[in-house]
């Protein structure tokens, strides 16, 4: 009898010390799926009332289902405008900072010259500046020169505020880089042009292509700055925005939704691409 109740007694405690030795191997994994959760939570609001069908202006409470959002997604009026004119800007954004970012990155990772911390530190600000101080500032600026406001203003604040996120992944890649593979190359009388084509662009291409898609990004969501510096342009941000205050229509979620998946294709294919390229190293 004393054997059994003492074996009663440990019991619970095995079982509590195997939990927590579970638990242990296992938070990092759990935090990250709750986290994960928590960011894509959102993401599937939205895709599930891109579905509804709302009775009044306002897409907040879920009525019946319905497919007609995605059956007419330019439906309301310059929806479809607006946001072809997201896409156009961050699209030369994008090209305009990546340009200029990777030229800035290599500057600072390969040469020694005069003010070099002062321009590391100005090309950083952006980053660090909240973004209603860089709207003003840019405003201002505009005002005094006499420009505009519109899709030029816009199209200058973007890639400004953009660059610094380019010069910062490409910086890092290029820092990264052997230069004796740049050496070995030169060696085999290969000229700087070629040196340049088929070893350093290559492998800083995944640092340029980080850049770009960052730029993409912030430049099609950015809201702040293009307000400052829109005039009587509206872009998709803005759109939303002031359909918010007059009542979100069904399509604004079929947008979301829509560029959303395209966003985890876009992942998905690079991750399929990267492993690829692993599995071909090793063979």
């Not at 899709?151 to 990264?176: D, E, G």
């Not at 872009?235 to 829509?258: E, L």
Request: overall charge positive; some cysteine; charged content about 15%.
């Amino acid at each position: 009898m004393a054997v059994r109740e003492t074996t009663a007694r440990t019991a619970p405690p095995r079982a509590r010390n195997r939990g927590l030795r579970w638990l242990r191997r296992n938070i990092v994994a759990i935090a990250g799926l709750c986290t994960l959760g928590y960011l894509i939570l959102p993401n599937v609001v939205v895709m599930l009332f891109s579905f509804n069908k709302p009775n009044g202006r306002f897409n907040y409470q879920w009525q019946r289902f319905s497919t007609d959002g995605w059956t007419d997604p330019c439906g309301v009026a310059d929806l479809c405008g607006s946001l072809g004119l997201s896409l156009q800007i961050a699209l030369w954004a994008t090209i305009g900072a990546t340009a200029l970012g990777t030229m800035i990155a290599f500057a600072l990772a390969r040469y020694r010259f005069r003010a070099r911390s002062s321009v590391n530190t100005l090309i950083f600000l952006p980053m660090a500046m909240p973004e209603v101080v860089m709207a003003a500032s840019l405003a201002t600026l505009f005002l005094n020169m006499g420009i505009q406001f519109g899709f030029w203003t816009i199209l200058i604040a973007h890639i400004m505020f953009c660059l610094s996120f380019v010069v910062t992944a490409v910086k890092a890649r290029v820092m990264s880089m052997d230069p004796r593979l740049e050496q070995a190359a030169q060696d085999l009388y290969a000229s700087p042009v070629q040196t340049f084509l088929r070893v350093t662009l290559p492998i800083a291409a995944p640092g340029i292509a980080a850049g770009a898609l960052l730029s993409f990004a912030l430049s099609f969501d950015d809201f702040i700055i293009t307000n400052f510096n829109a005039g009587s342009t509206v872009t998709f941000p803005m759109f939303v925005w002031g359909s918010a205050q007059r009542g979100t229509p069904v399509q604004i979620n079929v947008i979301g939704t829509a560029m959303f998946l395209v966003a985890v294709v876009c992942v998905l294919v690079g991750q399929l691409a990267g492993s690829r390229r692993k599995r071909s190293k090793r063979s």
